[in-house]
């Protein structure tokens, strides 16, 4: 399979690692040279410096030949124009582009073809939708949901005095006696695929796999009981902000909106007339106290100053606010804002890259989640009469290095399989795997 990318920032890079560990002939079209030296560096690919809706450069790119087209600049009008022009010019299946403008985007559901773009991914958006989704559980920790929305993926860090620390997953499995799975553990930039023998440090953030009702009881071992939100404050009047705000006020939440743009502020009173809208600097402290936010469920910090986010985040907390939801752009922002205590890290170049990918993949794949910037990737898979491991036993299958199953849907059932279990046609089957090893699995999957 050969892709285009158009664009080597935090998302075309992304989607590039992921896609070439996917062993995909992936070249890269940027036109800022800082940019393309950097991405020549660190990737395995050939990147070319110019203009992505430039044919010359496209026809260099190999586009003539191309499966796939994807333009992720951060202008939408590039985006959406070298998708038409590729479309016109090129016969390239598919073609996808990204796009901030909520009216750009939503184009795509009224017209079968628009620009001859086959697939609008909007980062705000989809980080509006998965804000939404953690609250809808709680959020009480960062959330990836499946199928059969009863089973979950949750995260938690491991304190200094936490009942897991120190002990290894049999142990923990055989004292807590509940039908959960730790998928992998994020300890210093590296993933760690689990075995029972593994041992669980202080500073790691693990994923918990369960039903709903299991992880709720698991995390309240660490003081993350179940929680009805009802009032929110919403920091950051942008894109994300307004998206999350109207999603919440179609569930009957009420709704805060602090902004520091005065002109901002009145947009979002006539647009939101039954939410609160204050003008203010989140970082001058006598808000929370004049506001009186300290009475609030729950806190998302959206501002396009990431820092500003995961700081008030924390700070409300400490002022009483019960849980937190911070916007964090930057890889290295990520990990560090999940141990300060923020009960959820929502990345848009994350979901953005997700969103991507599954469309990119197809097949049976019904949803796809990276853990660390694509070093491990949870993927959702549905098992038809013809796949090579319908009516075997988990035990008979050979999966790839560094893979686990870890939980199969069936009906309305899910479970936490071991070895013994049967695999059915019908079943959908959700794995955790390591970037070296997505390719070999995927294989196993749709063979």
């Known amino acids: 399979m050969k892709i285009v990318i158009v664009g080597a920032g935090g998302v075309g890079s992304q989607l590039a690692a992921q896609l070439i560990a996917d062993n995909k002939d992936v070249v890269i079209i940027e036109k800022n040279p800082d940019v393309a030296k950097h991405a020549s560096t660190h990737l395995d690919c050939i990147v070319i410096t110019g203009e992505g809706n430039n044919p010359k450069i496209l026809r260099k790119a190999g586009i003539e030949k191309a499966d796939f087209f994807l333009s992720v600049t951060d202008s939408d009008e590039v985006n ?188 979002l009173a006539d647009e939101f007339p039954k939410a609160t809208i204050i003008h203010s600097d989140i970082s001058d402290r006598d808000i929370f106290e004049e506001e009186q936010l300290y009475s609030y469920d729950l806190i998302v910090t959206t501002t396009n100053k990431q820092e500003l986010n995961i700081l008030a985040a924390i700070y409300a907390k400490t002022f009483g606010i019960k849980r937190s939801i911070a916007i964090v752009t930057r890889r290295n922002y990520l990990s560090i804002a999940s141990s300060l205590g923020i009960d959820s890290i929502v990345s848009p170049k994350r979901s953005t890259v997700d969103a991507v990918l599954k469309f990119i993949r197809k097949g049976n794949i019904k949803s796809i989640y990276s853990i660390l910037t694509g070093k491990a990737e949870v993927i959702e898979f549905s098992v038809n009469k013809n796949s090579p491991i319908t009516g075997k036993t988990i035990e008979n299958i050979r999966l790839p290095d560094n893979t686990l199953i870890l939980a199969v849907t069936r009906g309305f059932e899910s479970y936490i399989p071991g070895g013994k279990f049967l695999i059915q046609e019908g079943d959908d089957i959700i794995t955790i795997t390591t970037k070296e090893s997505v390719s070999e699995l995927e294989e196993i999957f749709n063979r």
């Open 80 to 267: 959406m124009i070298s998708c038409a022009l590729v479309a016109s010019e090129f016969k390239v299946p598919n073609k996808i582009a990204r796009v901030r403008n909520l009216d750009y985007s939503s184009i795509r559901n009224f017209e079968k073809v628009f620009l001859g773009i086959d697939f609008f991914v909007n980062p705000e958006l989809e980080a509006a939708r998965e804000i939404v989704a953690s609250v809808m559980y709680g959020a009480s920790s960062d959330l990836m949901l499946f199928s059969n929305a009863n089973v979950q993926m949750r995260n938690v860090v491991i304190s200094s005095t936490s009942f897991f620390k120190d002990k290894s997953l049999r142990q923990i499995k055989e004292s807590l006696k509940k039908d959960f799975l730790i998928s992998c553990i994020v300890r210093q930039d590296k993933v760690i695929i689990p075995s029972g023998n593994t041992i669980i440090r202080e500073n790691d953030n693990i994923y918990l796999v369960a039903t709903r009702n299991i992880l709720e009881d698991v995390l309240s071992e660490f003081g993350r009981s179940s929680l009805i939100i009802k009032n929110i404050v919403i920091v950051g009047g942008g894109r994300i902000g307004r998206y999350t705000a109207r999603y919440l006020m179609e569930q009957h939440r009420n709704i805060k909106i602090i902004d520091s743009d005065y002109e901002n502020c009145k947009i």
